[in-house]
């Protein structure tokens, strides 16, 4: 069944591949970014929302109007930066970029959503022990995960609710960052829509409030 998709996050790099994707299935794809444009967007984007306000968002989704059959929620941030040496302020930054802007879509699209809907967040799979550096990411992701479980037992029966735990994704940042040696081991961009497609269709209506690893080959 052809779907209509709000992608959050829609101008990145893996937003991107996402909103691909779930076009070549012949779903109907909104973007929402705080860019103001992203050219070859495979359906209707908007520009300049602040994902991380709640009036911005909802305005933009009311633009959309209903209704929403599917929500991904791929906005989001990472910094790596030691406890002790790093700026409190990225811990408030990680915050809102990756625990923020997935609450305000998800409260934003719910009421849109009929019954059946589903909605994808992605949290990360260095959230089951954090690194050296990891700290104030993986305190972001982890209240994603637990957005993500409390969202799923408050809708059970009417809207699914499930997150994505990615490792590192192969993306030209990342490989800037880490080097190219390893990145064959990584998920790629369009492995991980490939999951964020499954579980946000009726193939996946027996699953919700799970935290599914898609970790490829690390």
Known sequence: MAMRIIVTGAAGILGGVVAGHLA???????????????????????GSVDLTCEQSTTDAVAKVGGPVHGLACIAGGFVWETVSEGSIDSWTRMHAMNVT??????RAVLPLMPNGG?????????????????????ASKSGVARLTEALAEEHKGVIRVNAVLPSIIDTPANR?????????????????????????????????GALIPVTGRV
Not at 101 to 106: D, F, G, P
Not at 121 to 133: E, H, K, L, S, W
């Open 118 to 138: 589903s909605i994808v967040n992605i949290g990360a799979a260095a959230t089951v022990r954090a690194g050296a550096g990891m700290g104030a990411y993986t």
């Open 176 to 208: 800037a960052d880490m080097g190219e040696a390893d990145a064959g081991k990584w998920v790629t961009p369009l492995e991980l829509a490939k999951v964020i497609a499954f579980l946000l269709s009726d193939e996946a209506s027996a699953i919700t």
């Open 24 to 46: 070549r299935l012949g779903h109907e794809v909104i973007g929402l970014d705080l860019a103001v444009g992203s050219g070859g967007f495979p359906g209707d984007f908007f």
């Open 101 to 106: 802007t997935a609450l305000v879509a998800c």
